[in-house]
């Protein structure tokens, strides 16, 4: 007589660490998810049939076809500094932003949340992905090319046993320190959205700024100083206004 399948162990709850790290902690999205949040005050974890990265993606196939889930998703965070690789790969049109948590109240709303995990990706070369220790089935999800390693990406991952679309965790303002709207908007075009989610409820002393790391005043100020800090001048110097004649 066949031996009955032992029921797949539970997924880890994610718990905050007792030391939690001091590193921001980011997520680049749309200007349409953010107004989602703040309306529903809620974060929204997707599918991830439509990521770019197939190998990603079969990660998720796997363990979402092992642990007989009918829904996975998944919502992608990153503790790295602001790059210009995160606004153009993640955010990359006008209506980029930047959404910064509070840490340490992020952590302990993730860790109330039944079927979610927390955790930072695991980068891996390809001539080892093969032999990695297969002990944890809930570490799938969380398996990265070592080519992604720049991203410092951390991951919360969400599952459901019967059919939906998308999983919701509910979030509150201590929860959101900042918003930073993409380098690529234009500046009319922040003042409005500023304008329309300080008026959202909740949200009214909502932290909103535009990145400046294209377009940086003290940076192109340097810049002008460059020369006379270098000490020497070539030549005369070249007329701002062509002579009268």
């Not at 993606?57 to 919502?75: D, L, P």
């Not at 927390?118 to 001539?127: G, L, N, Q, S």
């Amino acid at each position: 007589m066949a031996k009955p399948v032992s029921p797949p162990p539970a997924p880890p709850r994610a718990v905050p660490s007792p030391s939690p790290s001091p590193k921001p902690l980011r997520r680049y999205t749309s200007l349409p998810v953010l107004l989602d949040t703040l309306l529903n005050r809620r974060l929204t974890l997707v599918s991830y049939s439509t990521w770019k990265d197939a190998n990603d993606r079969r990660s998720m196939e796997v363990y979402q076809e092992t642990m007989h889930y009918a829904f996975v998703g998944a919502i992608c965070l990153t503790e790295a500094p602001e790059t210009f690789h995160h606004w153009q790969v993640f955010a990359g049109d006008t209506s980029g932003v930047c959404v910064q948590f509070d840490r340490a109240n992020f952590e302990q709303v993730i860790a109330g949340t039944p079927h979610c995990m927390f955790a930072p990706m695991r980068y891996v070369k390809i001539d080892e992905i093969a032999k990695i220790d297969a002990s944890d089935i809930h570490s799938l999800p969380f398996l990265k090319r070592r080519g992604f390693i720049d991203e410092a990406e951390l991951r919360v991952v969400g599952h459901a046993v019967e059919p939906v679309t998308a999983l919701h965790i509910d979030i509150g303002p201590a929860v959101l320190r900042q918003v930073t709207f993409s380098p690529f908007m234009h500046p009319e075009l922040v003042a409005s959205a500023r304008a329309v989610i300080h008026g959202i409820a909740g949200w009214e002393k909502l932290k909103i700024i535009q990145s400046r790391l294209t377009d940086s005043e003290r940076w192109q100020r340097a810049l002008s100083t460059f020369p006379r800090r270098h000490g020497v001048v070539y030549g005369d110097p070249v007329p701002s206004e062509l002579p009268p004649r």
